[in-house]
C-alpha cells in the first residue's frame, strides 16, 4: 500500500482545508486509515480513522465536530475536511493505514504499518 498526501497549505484561524489522501496498491475492506499530525515541537497525534470499506469513524476530541474523515472511492482517496481551523491545528498531517484489518481503528501510531510522507498545514491567525 502507497500514501501520498496532499492539499496543505497556509491558511488563516476559521478557515476551511480538505486534505487527501491517494490510496494505492489494493487494500483490503478491514484496513483502517487514519490521519495523524506533529504539531511544532510534539509528538504525533491521532486524529481521525475510518475503515477502509468506508464505515466506522473515530476522532481526536479536538478535532471532534471540526474534522470529518471519509472514503473518496472515486479517487481511491481518504479525505480530511477541516473546518474552523484553529492556530493549534498548525501541524504536518499524515496519513496512515493498517493492515492487520482486527483492531477497532486504533489511535496508537505503532498500530499503523503504512505512512505517506506527510503535509504541511499552518493555520496562522
Known amino acids: 500500500v502507497q500514501l501520498v498526501e496532499s492539499g496543505g497549505k497556509l491558511v488563516r484561524t476559521g478557515d476551511s482545508l480538505r486534505l487527501s489522501c491517494a490510496v494505492s496498491?489494493?487494500?483490503?475492506?478491514?484496513?483502517?486509515m487514519a490521519w495523524f499530525r506533529r504539531p511544532p515541537g510534539k509528538e504525533r497525534e491521532f486524529v481521525a480513522a475510518i475503515r477502509w470499506s468506508g464505515d466506522n469513524t473515530r476522532y481526536a476530541d479536538s478535532v471532534k465536530g471540526r474534522f470529518t474523515i471519509a472514503k473518496d472511492n472515486a479517487e481511491s482517496a481518504v479525505v480530511l475536511e477541516m473546518n474552523s481551523l484553529k492556530l493549534d491545528d498548525t501541524a504536518v498531517y499524515y496519513c496512515a493505514a493498517d493492515s492487520a484489518g482486527w483492531r477497532m481503528l486504533p489511535t496508537t501510531s505503532r498500530d499503523y504499518d503504512f505512512w505517506g510522507q506527510g503535509t504541511q498545514v499552518t493555520v496562522s491567525s
Open positions: 496498491g489494493r487494500p483490503l475492506l478491514s484496513y483502517a
